[in-house]
């Protein structure tokens, strides 16, 4: 076992280990010189800033702090957080002694103290965060980082009820999945009110919007996942939603389809929209949501109207296709596949898609670093302490269930009686590397099904032991158990399962889960979840500037081989087809009998075809859930791939007139409207004086497209010409729909109405004075070529722009690139600069989709934990 000193994390891992998991002394009062603490140092209510540093000096509530960086940094004891525990270690004494509390007997509590810091000892098994936080550090503090609530009975104070449920659960720091499915279609009568309901879809954007506010109130964020069923009449305005601006933002969305519906879209049928008769008596005390249980009782199905399902289909993918939601649910399969088939029907996943839950089910995760497990001698992976391992974590994540506090006594009952734990894995992508496998190959599927398989088996052989000693999950009846999909494929390959659970029972209704593990996987300093890396290349701000970094695998192989390129088995997630990744995918769901969060990344030239292809590919080799994200905007943009940067002028020429023509319209009639909105009178000569001033734009205008590379990825800045002068600028920066795009095509429409209205004298020298320089928190590049923020790329272009028409005669004839790339400041690389979006936690450009969520690659931060 390491000493404590053995285990130093320094840097971003250091910073999320004391601000997330560590244990905190709420009383900062008692900070004193030597201490090691966390300080605010940059207030900001959006985006804050914390460092790590040791207190050197404090007189009354004012303390000097010495930064890691080396920087001094004055402050109060009200900005620090003051943590109990300053390394790993003693977070796993804490925890290995928690799990072991539980335990019957001394002995027993004493045997499996050892145990558990054994397994915790070197980040063999991370636990899930809200263990790691909550675990004996408060009465008050879940051990579950995500809960499913029953779906909102239809009527208002039914609705109240799981909103209330949703915020109480929020609040402690969990994220909540909700389905949406047992509320009434959108016109349907109500005839309490005599009027008609606004549709399920309306009540999710109240969901949606309370998690706004969690978020904005507390530390920990609100997640919230949104579902509703093929069968339900308002699935194609659930499916559109996020497409009107603000309606539903603050949720992810998925659809639940079942097999049905895939034959009928296979075989081009129709399908059937349907509700139950909201007239008949016992409407209110019996439906739930659940419209097969529904059926078999009986009960009349109101049709509502006939569609065909390849047009139902093809809404999902093509919204998908543009913005990365819905995912899709296989849900009937998913309860084809679910040990609690019989008992239990699962009716919605968590937040990141990674555990289908039922009713009041809930998330106990935890993850083994399977990095830790490469055998250097064999060049293979360490079987008997990877085994050794998953036995003892499935123990320690049964423990959890006795442990946690229960806020709700709807969990504790469903949870006790079904004691469903989630086991899951890191430092995949690393493990690979070491073993030369390069993720998505042919021999990488056959790895992952050994080495899933492998893992299942241990866990479900440990799950019978604790069964053979405590007792089954109270729920457990052997026939039906062994009668789910999952079970079968299960004893077809490994016979001695079987054996084991008819003979000593099964503790754990479930044992199998991948999370997305951002945070953790961040602090620990491996690849997290099931994803190859995003990127091996990336740009960490310091007091020293920008300096470039290695993942530490890559690092140590370059270091090794100054000279040459990384070999092919270092892939990241770009490098993979999308269709790598879903093999890649179906490989390890075989051996997961809850689910997987998982992106499948898609370059931005993907079709709408290939989307389709794609998510058919997932249902046919057997994946519960599919998503992906496609590189890049919703609509026609320049592409962000290298390989296809020779077609950026080609690409930028149509898009110049029509969209300047759009936005010309627009402007000669905003003038009235935008001054009612500021409350600002405009008299009629104003109005004259502006429709005199303001230049209407011809329908050709010659003009060139510049490329920079700034702090929030690749800009091109578009500038045309009228009468000789530039009069209009069109910047493209960004995702469309993402802070960064909507705050850029902005600043380039005021900067055009500047351009084109009024009389300012040089309005582009102007221009260029008041826009360079401008700074923000980074920057890129040296010298000439350092750009502060978009605002000085747009200053830089106009100077270029500048110059090339003083010294060519007709430089330009419809639209022409002008490069100039700079190194990318965050996470990355060129395929992935422009799929950025702000992180709500640290501000940086470096939001990215993968594990299906978003998570930071420059601060850890996961909107799903």
Not at 148 to 174: F, K, N, Q, W, Y
Not at 261 to 267: I, Q, S, T
Not at 502 to 510: E, H, I, L, S
Not at 776 to 781: F, K, N
Request: charged share 25%.
């Amino acid at each position: 076992m390491k000493t404590m000193q053995q285990t130093k994390l320094e840097g971003l891992s250091e910073k999320i280990f004391l601000d997330r998991y560590a244990m905190k002394n709420a009383d900062t009062s008692h900070t004193k010189v030597g201490d090691t603490v966390l300080v605010l140092t940059k207030d900001d209510p959006k985006f804050p800033a914390k460092e790590v540093g040791e207190v050197v000096e404090r007189e009354g509530k004012q303390v000097k702090i010495l930064l890691r960086s080396g920087e001094m940094f004055e402050s109060t004891v009200e900005k620090l957080t003051l943590t109990v525990e300053k390394t790993p270690e003693q977070m796993w004494d804490r925890l290995a002694t928690a799990m072991a509390s539980v335990e019957a007997t001394p002995e027993k509590k004493k045997e499996w103290t050892d145990n558990f810091r054994y397994v915790l000892n070197d980040w063999k098994l991370v636990p899930g965060g809200r263990i790691a936080a909550g675990a004996d550090a408060s009465d008050e503090l879940t051990l579950f980082n995500c809960y499913v609530i029953p779906s909102p009975h239809d009527s208002r104070g039914g609705i109240m009820a799981t909103l209330s449920e949703m915020t109480e659960i929020m609040a402690r720091g969990g994220g909540v999945g909700i389905n949406l499915s047992s509320l009434r279609p959108r016109r349907s009568v109500v005839k309490g009110v005599n009027g008609s309901s606004s549709g399920a879809v309306s009540w999710g954007g109240l969901f949606s919007y309370t998690t706004g506010l969690i978020e904005q109130g507390g530390s920990r964020r609100g997640a919230l996942m949104l579902m509703i069923n093929d069968w339900h009449p308002d699935v194609v305005d659930f499916i559109t939603v996020k497409q009107t601006m603000g309606q539903i933002t603050n949720a992810n969305l998925s659809v639940c389809v079942s097999n049905a519906f895939m034959k009928a879209v296979k075989e081009d049928l129709d399908w059937e929209l349907v509700y139950p008769d909201t007239t008949d008596p016992e409407y209110n005390d019996i439906w739930d949501g659940d419209l097969e249980k529904w059926r078999k009782t009986g009960k009349e199905i109101k049709h509502y109207r006939t569609v065909k399902a390849r047009d139902v289909w093809h809404t999902i993918i093509e919204s998908a296709w543009k913005s990365a939601e819905p995912g899709v649910v296989f849900m009937e399969y998913y309860n084809q596949m679910s040990n609690s088939w019989y008992f239990n029907p699962i009716i919605c996943t968590n937040p990141c898609g990674e555990q289908g839950l039922p009713a009041w089910g809930v998330c106990n995760l935890s993850a083994i670093n399977l990095s830790k497990f490469y055998d250097e001698e064999q060049h293979d992976v360490a079987w008997d302490e990877l085994a050794k391992v998953v036995r003892f974590s499935t123990r320690f994540l049964d423990n959890v269930i006795d442990k946690t506090p229960y806020h709700f006594e709807e969990n504790r009952i469903n949870q006790q009686g079904e004691r469903r734990v989630g086991l899951g894995s890191m430092g995949l992508a690393e493990l690979m590397i070491k073993l030369e496998i390069r993720y998505g190959s042919l021999e990488s599927l056959e790895f992952l099904d050994k080495l899933y398989g492998f893992m299942a088996k241990e866990a479900y052989l440990a799950s019978a032991e604790i069964a053979e000693e405590k007792g089954s999950f109270k729920q457990f009846d052997t026939d039906k158990f062994m009668q789910s999909g999952f079970m079968k494929n299960m004893v077809n390959v490994y016979p001695e399962v079987g054996a084991a659970v008819k003979k000593k029972g099964m503790r754990n209704v479930t044992v199998i889960t991948q999370a997305p593990t951002g945070s953790t996987g961040t602090m620990v300093g491996t690849s997290t979840g099931i994803e190859p890396y995003f990127a091996f290349e990336y740009y960490r701000q310091s007091r020293l500037g920008f300096d470039k970094q290695y993942v530490p695998i890559a690092q140590e192989w370059k270091d090794q081989h100054p000279n040459a390129d990384l070999p092919g088995h270092f892939v990241t997630a770009m490098d993979l087809s999308a269709e790598d990744h879903i093999r890649a995918q179906a490989a390890i769901q075989r051996w997961v009998d809850s689910s997987i969060s998982k992106t499948a990344n898609c370059p931005s030239d993907f079709t709408v075809e290939e989307t389709k292809n794609l998510y058919e590919l997932a249902f046919d080799l057997g994946c519960k859930g599919v998503t992906i994200y496609r590189d890049g905007s919703r609509d026609v943009q320049v592409l962000s791939t290298e390989k296809k940067e020779d077609k950026t002028a080609e690409a930028a020429a149509p898009q110049v007139a029509p969209a300047a023509e759009a936005a010309s319209a627009k402007d000669e009639t905003s003038l009235t409207s935008l001054s009612q909105s500021l409350a600002v009178k405009v008299d009629s000569k104003t109005e004259q004086t502006f429709n005199k001033q303001y230049k209407r734009r011809p329908q050709i205008l010659r003009g060139a497209t510049y490329k920079f590379n700034t702090p929030f990825g690749m800009a091109y800045i578009t500038i045309n010409d009228m009468n000789g002068s530039p009069s209009e600028i069109f910047l493209n920066v960004g995702k469309a729909g993402s802070d960064v795009f909507a705050m850029s095509e902005a600043l380039g429409r005021v900067c055009s109405l500047f351009l084109r209205y009024g009389d300012h004298g040089d309005k582009v020298q102007l221009l260029t004075k008041h826009l360079k320089g401008i700074g923000g928190s980074g920057a890129i590049g040296f010298g000439p070529n350092r750009v502060e923020s978009i605002a000085d790329a747009v200053a830089k272009a106009l100077e270029m722009h500048g110059e090339a028409e003083d010294t060519a005669d007709d430089y330009v004839t419809a639209t022409q690139e002008i490069v100039m790339e700079t190194t990318a400041q965050y996470a990355v690389t060129k395929n992935a600069a422009t799929s950025l979006d702000l992180c709500p936690s640290c501000g940086s450009a470096s939001l990215i989709n993968s594990e299906g969520c978003k998570n930071c690659s420059n601060c850890g931060y996961s909107r799903c934990s």
